[in-house]
């Protein structure tokens, strides 16, 4: 090859590269971004069953939903004390204002989950944190979970006794550590790490809930039955402006309980589950029903294999599947479009939803 033959093919490459041909970023499926390391695939968003946020987020503006749950159960309507009833309102609405106001102003619905739980769990009025029933020996031992429907990331923990906020440790779950659930004195230890406030057991105990404790005790968990207080869980799921889902769920679980025993909210799929493609979903119940027929997924299974809508997936779950073994509770959940769910077959369920239009709505029967 002569010289200048040579200079020319030197030439051209050079031009090549100058336009960007051979650029180590070409998008090609897989490839590692040797910036990032995160393969294109995930940064992309098209991850096997992840829908990707809408391109257009101005479209989205002002599209929000958050939807809220203080538990499933109670009395029938019209035998709660006016007073009581009007303070169990007063509380939702402020949980959905919390939740509306990190909405508004183009917060995450993770974010806006994380903090309507929390302020849930330090009112007592509800069957978590604060207000969290006891297991059979008068400890409350509590569960939450968290999900981000965006990526299907996932924390949880369960049978802690000590974390002020059970759900804010299971989002530290999700965020730094490679698991999913941790339990026990192993969850508050990682919970303490992360600066998490932890209190001593008697901080959950309560006038209201150890009258109900010593009540039943003593009638051997006969009064489980009968008893008229809300039996549930707390829970959030929200859609946002960049058209992400988020779903979270806090409980004490069953009252008179056996230690150590778990229910389905710290369990991805039976007790809370979110993914882009479908919805956003927080149950309350008795979580063993919503275990054995992983409740939480199914709605968003039912929608993405048979093609139902949320309301349809949602009743048939609550009304028909649970109902007829036996399973009591209900249901909260948001789809990809904004459309809300709130089935139950209890007496009630303590619930509400926010849209930038319609306002917050609450509701107990």
Known sequence: M????????????TMLLTLGVFSQDTAISGIRHPESGIQDQVSTGA?????E?????????????LVIHGGAGGPPQGSMPEEKEQQYREKLSEALSIGTAILERGGSSMEAVEAVVLFMEDCPLFNAGKGAVYNDEGVAELDASIMDGSTLMAGAVTGVTRIKNPIAAAHQVMLKTKHVLLM???????AKEQG?????PSYFQTPARTEQFDRMKKSQREQEMKDDRPKGTVGAVALDNMGNL??????????????GRIGDTPIIGAGTYANNATCAVSCTGTGEYFMRNVIAYDVSALMEYRGWSLEEAANYLIHDKLKSQGGGGGLIAVDKEGNVAMPFNTN?????YAKPKEGSVVEIY
């Open 53 to 65: 946020a809408p391109q257009d987020q101005g479209a989205r503006i002002g599209r929000w939903v």
């Open 2 to 13: 002569s010289i200048l033959n040579f200079q020319l093919i030197i030439i051209i490459f």
């Open 348 to 352: 009630a369920m303590f619930r509400g």
């Open 47 to 51: 991850v096997t069953g992840i829908a």
């Open 196 to 200: 998490l406030e932890l209190v001593d």
């Open 184 to 190: 026990g004195e192993g969850a508050e230890l990682f």
């Open 246 to 259: 988020a779903a979270a769920t806090s409980t004490g679980g069953l009252m008179m309980k056996m230690k």
